[in-house]
């Protein structure tokens, strides 16, 4: 097993172009979810998904954030435009379940926005 | 409002020695919780859970924790610390289950910085 598997882990750009961030989860789990991390407001849900479909995006923080998961190999957080108040380190993680299974993170992707 | 507290930003341990990394939570009824470490540049990993059963929750690396419902806390343990265990902590809890009132949503403490010096 893989585990989670996130591309790019690093990635910087200039403010206003776009960012697309990428997530292979365990094969197998239902539970896909996007987090960010920054130093000021710790581990942030920005959404969840259960079996390919969104079920809960009320932390994706604005318009600019959107996040797909087209099949149960794969899902993106797409960030246009970028402002530098995105920096942060955005995880991914899957689960098999949601309540009591525990969650299973990438290494991240260190996102840069000067 | 549901929230976890790790009211240490950082502990400070010598090797060897045991270790508490506390956590105390504020949710109704009957919670899961969770302990997760963080390594440099690298994700949260479980350690441990607690669902029902022995308030005392042995898991990876030889850390454990004890279930505390009266004082509503989930303080980690381990009896003799390693330099390796230096790391950032996170408890998590989610709410019990209750129909489709609750999310099933981890929320996470703000976590805690473990140094362990030789």
């Known amino acids: 097993d893989a585990g989670v598997i996130q591309s790019p882990r690093h990635e910087v750009t200039e403010m206003g172009q776009e960012v697309t961030l990428r997530c292979k989860p365990i094969s197998g789990h239902d539970y896909l979810f996007w987090y960010r991390q920054t130093m000021m407001r710790g581990l942030e849900l920005l959404i969840y998904?259960?079996?390919?479909?969104?079920?809960?995006d009320s932390g994706m923080p604005e318009d600019r954030f959107s996040a797909k998961m087209p099949n149960a190999s794969f899902s993106t957080l797409k960030i246009q435009p970028s402002e530098p108040r995105d920096s942060a380190v955005y995880f991914c993680?899957?689960?098999?379940?949601?309540?009591?299974?525990?969650?299973?993170f990438g290494n991240g992707t260190r996102l840069t926005v000067t | 409002a549901q929230s976890v507290a790790q009211p240490e930003d950082q502990v400070n341990v010598a090797e060897g020695n045991p270790l508490t990394v506390k956590c105390t939570y504020s949710v109704s009824g009957n919670p899961y919780l969770f302990w997760y470490v963080q390594y440099p540049n690298r994700g949260l990993q479980f350690l441990l859970k607690?669902?029902?059963?022995?308030?005392l929750v042995k898991g990876s690396y030889g850390f454990e924790a004890e279930f505390n419902k009266s004082q509503t806390s989930f303080h980690l343990k381990k009896p003799s610390a390693l330099v390796s265990d230096s790391a950032l902590y996170f408890c998590?809890?989610?709410?019990?289950?209750?129909?489709?009132?609750?999310?099933?949503?981890?929320?996470f403490g703000q976590g805690t910085t473990l140094q362990v010096k030789p």
């Open positions: 998590a809890v989610t709410p019990p289950r209750r129909g489709s009132s609750n999310t099933g949503k981890l929320i």
């Open positions: 998904f259960n079996n390919n479909v969104p079920i809960d």
């Open positions: 993680a899957s689960s098999s379940g949601l309540w009591g299974s525990p969650l299973h």
């Open positions: 607690y669902i029902t059963g022995d308030n």
